[in-house]
Each structure stands twice: as C-alpha cells, then as structure tokens.
C-alpha cells in the first residue's frame, strides 16, 4: 500500500485520542503524514454563533489537542507533517451535510489514502455518529478504533 496522508476525525474525546494514537503508527508505518479534522458539532457551533461559547477557547482546546499529537509524534521518533482543519458536522444550510459525509469531504479535499475513524460510542458526539457511514463509503481504507 502506498499511503501518503492519514487523516484522523477528532473531537477531543478520550476516543478521538486513542484513533489519533493509531493513525500516528500508521503514518509512521508508512512514512506519512498526519491531518487532524476537527468536527464541531452543530450545537456548539451555534452556541459559539450566538456567543455562548467563546471560540478563542474552543480554539485553545484545539491547539492543546495538537500540541499533545504533535508531542506522540515526536515521542514515537517520527518527524512526519501534521496538518490541521476544522469542519462544521451539521448545516442547517445543507441538510444533506451529516458527520460522516463530512468527513468523506475533507478526506477527499485534503487527498488522504487512508482514514482512521473513532467507533461509535453511544454518545450524542458527531464524532462517533460518523464512524459506521465513514467506514460504509468511504473510497479510502479505514480503521475504526
């Protein structure tokens, strides 16, 4: 297999930890390089809209999160390329704009070969509502962790 970019969908959860913690050994794997997407959730996203969330600190929550992925990079001896975006789950504007489909965008936007999901768990995250229509359609080998 020939991979140059591993995307991660993240969201800052315990979970979106350990799928990053698998996507950096994959990129390394494979001498590849890393792109953390961000998902909002909608709710958030219109609570930062109506200025009931700061979104300074949901970006400080953002940098953190990297900064510890970056920190896994380097701890595993990797010097590969980490990349960042950040993408909104919901669209009252698009309806037909789900988690998943979301994701299947930017892997394709950003050219990822290969796409580490985290599971669904149960919770109300647009995260891990995403993983089973990601591993569904997705064109791109995924791991679902």
Do not use: K
């Not at 768990?121 to 891990?128: K, S």
């Amino acid at each position: 297999m020939d991979i140059d970019l591993v995307l991660v969908p993240v969201d800052g959860s315990d979970r979106a930890e350990r799928a990053a913690e698998y996507a950096i050994a994959i990129a390394e794997r494979y001498n590849a390089d890393l792109h953390l997407l961000f998902v909002v959730d909608e709710r958030l996203r219109r609570d930062i809209d109506d200025g009931l969330v700061d979104a300074e600190s949901v970006a400080e929550e953002h940098r953190a999160f990297t900064g510890e992925v970056r920190e896994q990079f380097r701890a595993a001896g990797y010097d590969g390329g980490l990349e960042t975006s950040t993408a909104t789950a919901f669209s009252e504007q698009r309806l037909m704009q789900t988690p998943g489909g979301v994701i299947l965008d930017a892997a394709e936007d950003v050219g990822a070969e290969f796409i580490v999901v985290p599971r669904e768990g149960g919770g109300e995250e647009a995260i891990g509502r995403a993983a089973l229509y990601v591993l569904e359609y997705a064109s791109q080998p995924v791991l679902s962790v």
